[in-house]
C-alpha cells in the first residue's frame, strides 16, 4: 500500500512562519488520515497494482461509483500535502531559474504573480487549495475545493498552498490572510524550479 512522504526538514524549520506544532499535527495526523482512509478503500477493492500515486487517479475504474468521492477525496488530501509539504524547505525562499523565467514571462514580475497568488487564495470560501500549474508548458493558477487534486484535471502543479483551517489555525486563528501572506517566506524555490525543470 501507499505512505506518506516524508518531511524533508525537521517540522520545527519552517518556524516562525508555520509552527512546529502545527507541522506535526498536520503531517503526522490529517495527513496521514487521508493516507490511511484511501488504502483502507483500495483494500476493500483488492487492489494489487502499483501504480505511482500520481498515475493511479487515472486507473480508477475498479472503485464502485459509490465510493468513488471518498476514494477521490482522500486520495487528494494525500498527493495535495505530497506537494505543499515537498515545496516548502528552511531555504532558497529567493525565486530564480527557469521556473522564474517564466514567471516573469507570464505575469510580468515576480511580484505581480505574487500578488495575483495571494489575492486568489484570499478569495478561498471555506476549505481548498490554490496552486501555481502547469499545462502544455503554460502557467495558471487555479483554485481547488476541498481535496480536488490538479492531477485529474491534467495540470502539473509547481506551488501549493493549502486553505484548510488545520494549516494555520492554531497560529493565526481567525487571520487566514496573515498565514496567506507569510507563506512565500516558506516556499523552496530549489524545489519548485526542480519541478519545473522535470515537467516542462
Ligand atoms: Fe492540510
Known amino acids: 500500500m501507499y505512505k506518506i512522504d516524508d518531511l524533508r526538514y525537521d517540522y520545527g524549520a519552517l518556524e516562525p512562519v508555520i509552527d512546529r506544532d502545527t507541522m506535526v499535527l ?3 495526523k490529517h495527513h496521514m488520515a487521508y493516507l490511511n482512509k484511501m488504502n483502507a478503500l483500495l483494500e476493500k477493492y483488492n487492489y494489487s497494482k ?4 500520481i498515475e ?3 486507473h480508477i475504474d475498479f472503485i464502485d461509483v459509490v465510493d468513488r468521492e471518498a476514494f477521490l477525496f482522500n486520495y487528494g488530501g494525500v498527493v495535495n500535502h505530497n506537494l505543499f509539504f515537498k515545496i516548502m ?3 532558497n525562499h529567493e525565486p530564480f531559474g527557469l ?3 517564466a514567471i516573469n514571462a507570464k505575469y510580468g514580475s515576480f ?3 505574487k500578488e495575483a497568488f495571494i489575492g486568489l487564495a484570499n478569495t478561498m470560501m471555506g476549505s481548498g487549495w490554490v496552486m501555481l500549474v502547469m499545462k502544455n508548458n503554460e502557467l495558471d493558477l487555479i483554485k481547488l475545493k476541498n481535496q480536488d487534486n ?3 484535471l491534467g495540470y502539473k502543479p509547481l506551488i501549493a498552498i493549502d486553505l484548510w483551517e488545520h494549516a494555520y489555525y492554531l ?3 481567525n487571520v487566514r490572510p496573515d498565514y496567506i501572506n507569510a507563506f512565500f517566506d516558506v516556499v523552496d524555490f530549489a524545489m519548485v524550479n526542480a519541478l519545473y525543470e522535470e515537467e516542462r
Open 111 to 113: 511580484t505581480a504573480f
Open 50 to 53: 502499483d501504480y505511482d500515486l
Open 171 to 173: 497560529k493565526y486563528r
Open 56 to 58: 493511479l487517479v487515472n
Open 150 to 152: 490538479p492531477y485529474i
Open 26 to 28: 498536520h503531517h503526522d
Open 99 to 101: 521556473v522564474l523565467d
Open 89 to 91: 524547505g528552511p531555504s
